[in-house]
């Protein structure tokens, strides 16, 4: 399971996610989960299981890969772990700490 | 600590500016006295922030981290803050409303993982954020980066 974050420099905003991302992960209980940061122009559909972005690059990350996930804020932990519970639970991961 | 990552003279707090260019110009000034970046620095910020989607460098919560690709003119790696009295619109955009701007300066994708840590953890905390926001001055935005 790998999941990642996009922004147009692929190191602020992303970077940003991408370490809330492994605060919620590591909340939520779940390990060996992979995560890394990237710019958008870089994301392919084989670059991992999921994508989050930002709301202001949703139009750009549509149909970039299979599993897409848009956040209003990229610093609303509550949201973003709610967000990171369902991706995982969409990939088969189990989520201990619900 | 994210204080040990800002500028000398890298903490501002002003009433309000004309619009979201002045805040860049403002924001970018400590780090360009520093000589931490370049003109061509401040000129890539906003040419990002005016493109379309610019505005993804609002993280939420009336913060916004402008930065541009190393290769438009960081130096150092480096960092700087503006609060404002009264919020402006990021990129003239009113559902983009902004009274913090950090002004991140990273000399490449990774190198800055500590300084990322600091903040991101400063601003996923409610209390510490709310605190930065009600900063009424220098003093008290630097208490509220501690």
Redesign the interface.
Known sequence: MKIITA???????S??TQ??IE?ALKNLGVDGVETD??DIASVGPTSADVLFV?R??A??ATGLMGDVVVL??????ENITKQVAAALERHGVEVPNK | MLSSYLQSGGVLVIDKVADWREAVDVVTRPLLDADTITDGYVEAIKTSISSPGGTYIDLGGGVALAHARPETGVKTTSLSVLHVGEPFALADDASHPISTMFCLAAEDANAHIDLMQALASLLTDADRLAAVNAAGSVAELTAALA
């Not at chain 1, 922004?7 to 905003?13: D, F, K, V």
């Open positions: 922004c147009s420099t692929g190191l602020g905003s970077f940003m370490l809330n605060k940061h990237m930002g202001d690059i139009e750009a209003d804020s990229l610093i609303d932990m």
